[in-house]
């Protein structure tokens, strides 16, 4: 709730910037800088009713707004705003790179335009010196939360220093990976519907590596391609990430098995009509590839994998160090016994590689994606594990997008690339468009 409230505060924020409906006519300039104003306004609302929409798209209308409003006569000005404020919002549904349902943008554009209407009638009381400085304070706010954007490691600078456009490619979200369904053993699930009444199938996302699970940003990008290409989308936290809660302290080695939860996933969805498609895939990124590739191995009676960024990633090292690792990923209390924790890494944590060996005869089809900007130990140790993987198989190396789908955080906003959103969708849409894709 509260990010939803910082969103609000920020679209008031630029929104009472907008300054060409209360000073006397200004000139160009100024109503052009109140222009990207107000697409920054609409660029944020895309927060609250979850559109993605690139920024300079949003920015672009912003300043055709602006300019149509500074040729019209000054009799008209205010209902010509209101009309501004009200397109600028209803924009976002056939902008955004995610379907969103237009009822929802439909609200948000009246309030934003009553609200505008409000901010205009305050500002035109105020004294002129405040007006001016409403003009100026959300380009101070954008330096300070300018330095509050995050990166993981250095994938956002290694992006940049390739694509340094991709910033204007951003749509701010929260992340939301849809409606909270319970699984049992108290395996935290959730579930987003594609807006077709007959979805492409379901996908069982599997995350990787953060303790938000199916929250962190890569998932929630995941996610957005998934409904993009028309699927309904499971996403499960594994034990001990986001809100999955540890197997108890005295539960046997097998309790830790990270396929457990898929197959919770599984039978939830094909229960109680609870798949609107009978067709299922598994989708796992980073560390859910080797989860999804154990699972595959047992057998799963899936239609495809897809697997993201995945390698063999053996425990290598001194034992210590991997029980020491495992325990401060999933936020263990001190500590498991040492013979547990031998059989839980020699069972479920033997490198991807050993379970692609294990796969039957006929399996479902694999189709692997290898990152254009990647860390250089799953560089080195993805081919070993694509190689192990037997037909049939593809392999798509995805240029110019990095380990976490061009994804950067914001101080609690998760910013999305929207062009990596569109080409992963479209590596779930089909073989030629995962062709272009994986082309880029």
């Not at 009472?16 to 109503?31: D, E, V």
């Not at 690792?325 to 991807?352: E, N, S, T, W, Y």
């Not at 392999?395 to 061009?406: E, K, L, R, S």
Request: aromatic share 8%.
């Amino acid at each position: 709730m509260l990010i939803y409230c910082a969103a609000t505060l920020l679209v008031l924020t630029f929104r009472a910037a907008c300054l060409g409906a209360t000073l006397p006519p200004l000139k160009l300039s100024l109503q052009l800088i109140s222009g990207l104003w107000l697409g920054m306004a609409a660029w944020t609302v895309g927060t609250i009713v979850e559109a993605w929409v690139p920024l300079w798209q949003i920015l672009l209308l912003g300043l055709a707004l602006a300019v149509i409003l500074a040729v019209l006569p000054v009799s008209v000005r205010s209902q010509a705003r209101a009309a501004a404020d009200f397109l600028a919002i209803i924009a976002l549904w056939p902008l955004s790179v995610v379907p969103v349902p237009i009822a929802n943008v439909v609200a948000a554009a009246v309030a934003f335009t009553a609200a505008g209407l409000v901010l205009d009638n305050l500002t035109r009381r105020i004294p002129s010196r405040i007006q001016w400085t409403l003009l100026a304070l959300p380009g101070i706010l954008l330096v300070l939360l300018g330095g509050s954007v995050r990166q993981i490691k250095d994938f956002g600078s290694r992006l940049w220093a390739q694509d340094p456009l991709f910033l204007l490619r951003l749509a701010p979200t929260v992340p939301n990976p849809g409606t909270r369904v319970h699984l049992e053993s108290g395996t935290a699930a959730w579930i987003l519907r594609a807006p077709s009444d007959t979805p492409r199938g379901t996908a069982i996302l599997l995350h990787g590596n953060d303790p938000h699970g199916s929250r962190q940003p890569a998932a929630l990008a995941l996610q957005g391609a998934l409904v993009r290409a028309g699927y309904d989308v499971l996403s499960a936290d594994q034990a001990g990430y986001g809100a999955t809660p540890l197997p108890n302290a005295d539960a046997d080695w097998s309790a830790w098995d990270p396929t457990i939860i898929p197959k919770q996933a599984l039978s939830y969805l094909r229960s109680a009509n609870n798949a609107r498609a009978p067709a299922t895939i598994v989708v796992g990124h980073s560390m859910g590839v080797n989860d999804a590739m154990q699972w595959l191995s047992d057998g799963a009676d899936v239609e495809a994998a897809y697997l993201f960024g995945g390698s063999d990633d053996p425990p290598v090292g001194p034992e210590s160090e991997w029980v020491r690792v495992f325990h401060q990923q999933r936020k263990i209390p001190c500590c498991m016994p040492l013979k547990k924790m031998r059989m839980i890494r020699d069972h479920f944590h033997i490198g991807a590689a050993q379970f692609a060996v294990a796969l039957p005869q006929v399996h479902a089809a694999v189709h692997f994606v290898r990152f254009g900007i990647e860390y250089d130990d799953v560089v080195r140790d993805r081919e070993p594990l694509y190689a192990a993987i037997s037909a049939p198989k593809t392999a798509c190396d995805f240029a110019g997008v990095t380990h976490y789908f061009n994804t950067l955080s914001l101080s609690g906003f998760v910013l999305i690339d929207t062009l990596a959103v569109r080409r992963t969708a479209d590596i779930f849409s089909g073989l030629q468009q995962a062709e272009h894709a994986c082309r880029g």
